[in-house]
């Protein structure tokens, strides 16, 4: 038996996760009298809400259609913890778990209790006359093993995409955005075990939906907070909800924006005491031009500040992830401002005032994609697709993030593989990083695979 399998057996341990994405740490004291939306937590690795975790206990950050990726999350598991060896960077034996030969739509990668990760994607191996993807799961242990085997969790026609993973005191929970009942459009919901195997089945939790996609889920520490686009009022709108962990809705549905133009793609993060959302809206621009915009929500989803645009008024941004470091909130997102795309990244504190207004933090000569932001122990990581010299020839980075929004760290390709590489989702445990990633095949269309990459990184 592995140690982790010996830790599982023993220790139910609750783990307190947000996203990381999926794409979010202090102590918990609210040290402003609640004037702010924010936890005034102040340090990594104590509970982010200490009304329902132990200190130590370690939130992190963790859409739904045709390429589109949920941040990933990171847990700190103390139990799981091992030593740094070699000082820097050391990137990992690359698996692949999933090769469909088929088109994978996106992916949604969390960390777990136990040193696991939870990786989640929709794929078109069953498409027949009509389209069709279903959702599947893997459990994974953090050198990339899978635990148990490969899980469906839905099984309908028509689309279902793209997962967000959140691991959810003690199981990995998917929430999606599902077509089977066109023209309506809801959000299901699906969980798994940390020995990999189906707990139930799997459930919707919206009603009254139109198109519903791009859900973005984050755990609070006692229920999971989600935000998606819908289109039930006639207009691609971002909408909040919580969840139990049974995936029964815990409340009513609130709408963040409601206007002209379309919001797609929201990431969101718990920040102790509530929600952050941003996400890619054209209000206010060309119908296919969007621009980052972001919303502060209390604890029950209201709309506290915003929403606001952070990206500018040129170019196209979108894609953005976002992160919580107790005292900082960070959002980075794909801006073409400059031609091509590059990260650009904005700081806040938290009252939501801009510390560090619009900046680019990658340089490329063909282009930085899919950004995925998370808070850890050496503070703000960040993981992107970067071409590689040579058109559709995408590799892996990665670096650490100053909250000026230096790169510290890092700034390496992780991989070395021809072809496009998609879905970018960076999670973490106390085992250290992990980076899953759609690879397009260099040479035939729609032969996906689905990769797990570990990383750790020992300060020098």
């Not at 979010?24 to 924010?38: I, L, V, W």
């Not at 999606?176 to 195997?197: C, E, K, T």
């Not at 929500?297 to 915003?306: I, K």
């Not at 050496?378 to 929004?405: H, K, T, Y």
Request: one cysteine or more; charged letters at 20%; proline letters at 6%.
């Amino acid at each position: 038996m592995s140690r982790n399998s010996s830790l599982r057996a023993l220790f139910p341990i609750l783990v307190v996760i947000s996203i990381a994405s999926c794409k979010p740490s202090g102590n918990g004291t609210d040290q402003d009298a609640g004037h702010d939306m924010f936890d005034d937590a102040d340090a990594w690795p104590d509970a982010e809400d200490d009304t329902t975790g132990d200190a130590g206990d370690v939130p992190v950050d963790g859409g739904s259609d045709i390429g589109d990726v949920m941040d990933g999350g990171d847990v700190q598991d103390e139990d799981t913890v091992t030593p740094c060896t070699t000082p820097g960077l050391t990137v990992g034996t690359p698996v692949t778990v999933a090769a469909p030969g088929a088109l994978v739509g996106g992916l949604g990668l969390a960390g777990g209790a136990y040193g696991l990760y939870g990786l989640a994607w929709s794929d078109a191996r069953e498409i027949d006359v009509v389209p069709n993807e279903e959702v599947f799961f893997a459990v994974l242990e953090a050198d990339g093993s899978m635990v148990g085997s490969e899980v469906q969790l839905s099984n309908a026609p028509l689309n279902s995409r793209t997962p967000s993973v959140v691991w959810a005191m003690d199981r990995f929970t998917a929430l999606w955005g599902d077509a089977r009942s066109l023209p309506a459009g809801n959000v299901f919901f699906g969980a798994v075990d940390s020995a990999g195997s189906m707990l139930g089945s799997e459930s919707q939790v919206t009603t009254g939906g139109v198109s519903a996609m791009y859900v973005s889920a984050t755990w609070s520490g006692s229920r999971i907070g989600m935000a998606w686009t819908d289109n039930r009022d006639t207009t691609m709108d971002v909408y909040f909800a919580q969840v139990q962990v049974d995936g029964t809705l815990d409340g009513g549905i609130t709408p963040i924006i409601s206007a002209a133009g379309n919001s797609f793609r929201p990431r969101i993060v718990w920040t102790g005491s509530g929600y952050a959302v941003a996400w890619d809206d054209t209000v206010g621009g060309e119908a296919w031009e969007p621009h980052v915009q972001l919303a502060l929500l209390g604890a029950d989803g209201s709309v506290v500040l915003g929403p606001t645009p952070i990206s500018g008024t040129t170019g196209t941004a979108s894609r953005a992830s976002i992160a919580f470091s107790g005292s900082l909130l960070m959002v980075c997102w794909e801006d073409f401002r400059d031609g091509l795309p590059e990260i650009y990244c904005s700081t806040f504190d938290t009252s939501g005032a801009v510390q560090v207004a619009d900046t680019p933090v990658t340089a490329s000569d063909g282009g930085s994609t899919w950004p995925s932001l998370l808070h850890g122990p050496d503070g703000f990581a960040l993981a992107w697709a970067q071409e590689d010299g040579m058109p559709n020839d995408d590799e892996v980075r990665f670096a650490l993030i100053s909250d000026d929004l230096g790169l510290t760290e890092g700034d390496a390709p992780l991989t070395d593989t021809p072809g496009e590489i998609d879905c970018v989702s960076l999670a973490r445990t106390g085992a250290g990083y992990a980076v899953a990633f759609v690879q397009k095949d260099a040479t035939a269309m729609d032969e996906d695979a689905v990769v797990y990459l570990p990383i750790e990184y020992c300060p020098e």
